[in-house]
Structure formats: C-alpha cells, structure tokens
C-alpha cells in the first residue's frame, strides 16, 4: 500500500511539473498566434478596407484556440453594442487574459495597441500594428528565453520534489 501511495505522489508531483512547462511553452504559442492576427488585421486594414468586425471575423477564421474566441467576441461586441472599439477590445481581452497562460506585461501591449484601434486612418493604424507586432516580438524572445530556462527545471523539479516527498514520508 505504502508503494501506491508513493507513486502517486511521484505522479502527482510529476504531472504538476510538466503542467507549469506546458504553460510556458503555451505563452510562447499565444504570442506567435497574436503576432499572424496582427499581421493578417494588418494586410486586412491596408488592403480590404473592410469594417473592423468583418476584418476580425475573417481572420478568426484563419486562426484557432483561444485568440479565435477572442476575435469572435471582439466582432461581437462590436456589431451588438454602442461601445467604442477601444472598450471592446479592453472587455474581450480582459476575458481572454482569463483563460491563457500571457503574462501581464504581454497584456499591457495589446490593452496599447486597443487604445488606438479603429480610431486613425490606414497609415497611421498600419503604423500602431507594426509597434505592437514590434512589442509581441520582443515579448515572444523573452518567452523563449524564460521556456529554454525555466521548462526542463520545472519538469525536473516536480518529479525530485515528489521522490523528496516520499523520502521523507518513508
């Protein structure tokens, strides 16, 4: 019986050190998703000249996961309510920061990009798009940069923890 349980801590201990170098793993993921939706909103705005919540739509459906609900409830809330782009933008991400593994800072430089949004003429909204994708860059290197250190510690770290643990249980 002592065996059981002290595999399943092992296990446990385990599986939450690979949970928190998936999430790191997934910042990575998330900002190269937001960096292709920049780009495409980009070619979207200088080329198509669709409305905002078309454009948003359209590339919703170029995307998946968690940054295609966000375009969808951005489009939405744009087409069903009398709020501005920027307060649509700051309400769909605020949802969206709720289920994804973006840090705060990752945050803050899409909330500066949304004070901008829809509010300039082609150029000047071009040039927003290419500083935000400048700040998403930056931010994706630190990603990398913090997975490459922080992703095999963390793995390791939960299965040492949990062989600790039933050390000392023993």
């Known amino acids: 019986m002592k065996w059981i349980g002290a ?8 599986w939450l050190g690979f949970y928190f170098a998936g999430r790191l793993s997934e910042r990575t993921k998330e900002l190269r998703a937001w960096k ?3 780009q495409s909103l980009e070619a979207e705005v200088m080329y198509s000249q669709l409305p905002l ?7 919703a459906k170029q995307l ?14 744009l087409e069903t309510s ?10 769909s991400l605020q949802e969206y920061a709720k289920k994804v593994s973006i840090k705060d800072s990752d945050i803050q430089v899409l909330l500066q990009f949304g004070e901008t949004i829809g509010m300039h003429d ?3 909204q071009q040039k927003q798009i290419i500083l935000a994708l400048k700040h998403l860059e930056r931010e994706e290197q630190e990603a990398i940069d913090s997975q490459s250190s922080y992703e095999r510690m963390s793995k390791m770290l939960g299965v040492l923890s949990g062989i600790l643990i039933v050390i000392l249980l023993i």
């Not at 009398?82 to 309400?91: C, G």
């Open 7 to 14: 595999l399943f801590i092992i296990f446990s201990t385990t």
């Open 36 to 38: 292709l939706a920049l």
């Open 53 to 59: 919540q078309e454009a948003s739509r359209r590339i």
């Open 64 to 77: 998946n996961g968690q940054i295609q609900i966000f375009l969808i409830g951005f489009a939405n809330q």
């Open 82 to 91: 009398a709020i501005s782009a920027k307060e649509a933008w700051k309400h």
């Open 122 to 124: 082609k150029i000047s």
